[in-house]
């Protein structure tokens, strides 16, 4: 009898990573993103899987999850993109791990350190409105750096905001406005190594944002969205039928008895529920597929346990393989749009006591 588990295809990841090196220059560095448990994928083993696949560069969101890595033995340059404390800083310049300023008080804050090179990142917002110093701010940014020789400005960066529509005028004047900002840092502060702005879907769509380098996320997974589908998606969802009930029409089915037989059916119980990351939004409406038959989801989907109809799977026992999702006959796009969501959060929201099984 298989367990509900996650499968994690290394297959599907060479190959998305083979397509994102065709469509960047050699010259430009990968920043592979894997914040989240790399999206829900594992951040451990997809970080040694990409090392393998010549990624050496690796950005997270905050500082436990870059310990995450080091913890793991695992070698490699880290970039912490999120929140930061000063605390934390602190701990990072004493391990050499290179973190995000995107505050003003942050610059100050490392401005008054003495006695060590403290490399670090710049973020600059130019119309995201969340993390960033603003482009009034710049001059000052350069005035403090230029006049500390231990603050080494290793990076400035920017995020897109709506890079997903192939004809943005938003994104474009994104790129305009930094690659001002980048030549206004050149000529004032030498030896910057990075200046970069493209994510998964800037990659994709917008070339002349690649810089010198980009920062794939959820490209490498295979949900971006792509022309000619050269993506595969890396996760897929299983789980498998522990119960095998028969329900007489009238009977209802699970929490608030929302669901109704409207003739005899036969049901399976399967061992996954939202506390596992399947949304609970997917009651009633969504599917799953046994030996390649759909079959829906009924009743209200449990913390731990859902319901779903197999009347039309004569075949079906105790013991079967169910698919939530896959990385071709349903996947988690699928699934993302049936809810109105994006495909991030529904990999993103597999829990950690799904057992992943890399492959």
Do not use: W
């Not at 890595?69 to 990072?92: H, M, N, P, T, V």
């Not at 990142?121 to 750096?145: A, P």
């Not at 995020?159 to 930094?178: L, M």
């Not at 039309?312 to 939530?324: L, R, T, W, Y």
């Amino acid at each position: 009898m298989t367990s509900t588990k996650v499968e994690i295809e290394f297959k599907n990841l060479s190959k998305n990573v083979n397509y994102l090196n065709q469509i960047i220059d050699k010259e430009v560095e990968v920043l592979a993103v894997v914040k989240a448990n790399a999206y829900g994928h594992g951040s451990v083993e997809m970080t040694k899987a990409l090392i393998e696949l010549g990624v050496d560069r690796f950005a997270v969101a905050t500082l436990k999850e870059a310990r995450e890595l080091i913890d793991a033995k695992i070698q490699c340059y880290i970039l912490i993109l999120g929140s930061i404390s000063e605390s934390e800083i602190l701990e990072a310049v004493k391990n050499n791990i290179v973190f995000t300023i995107y505050d003003l008080n942050q610059l100050n804050f490392i401005n008054s350190l003495k006695g060590e090179t403290i490399s670090f990142h710049l973020k600059v917002d130019t119309g995201m409105n969340r993390l960033g110093i603003d482009v009034d701010q710049i001059d000052e940014t350069i005035r403090t750096i230029s006049n500390n020789s231990n603050l080494n400005l290793e990076g400035v960066y920017t995020h897109f905001a709506e890079s997903e529509k192939e004809e943005s005028n938003f994104t474009k004047g994104q790129i305009r406005e930094f690659n001002k900002i980048i030549e206004k840092y050149k000529s004032s502060i030498k030896n910057i190594k990075f200046f970069h702005m493209a994510n998964s879907s800037g990659i994709i769509n917008y070339p002349d944002s690649h810089l010198n380098m980009v920062r794939p996320g959820i490209l490498m997974y295979g949900l971006a969205k792509n022309p000619g589908d050269k993506l595969s998606p890396v996760m897929r969802l299983k789980s498998s039928i522990i119960k095998i009930r028969n329900i007489d029409k009238g009977e209802t089915v699970s929490y608030g008895r929302d669901f109704t037989a409207e003739k005899d059916i036969k049901i399976a119980v399967i061992p996954i529920g939202y506390a596992d990351g399947l949304p609970r939004f997917l009651s009633n409406k969504g599917y799953v597929f046994h030996n390649g038959r759909q079959c829906r989801i009924v009743g209200t989907i449990c913390m731990d346990l859902t319901m779903i109809d197999i009347t039309e799977c004569a075949d079906a026992k105790v013991g079967d393989e169910v698919i939530i999702f896959d990385d071709s006959l349903h996947t988690a796009n699928d699934i993302a749009l049936a809810i109105k969501t994006i495909p991030y959060e529904i990999v993103c929201g597999i829990s950690k006591r799904i057992k992943r099984v890399y492959l």
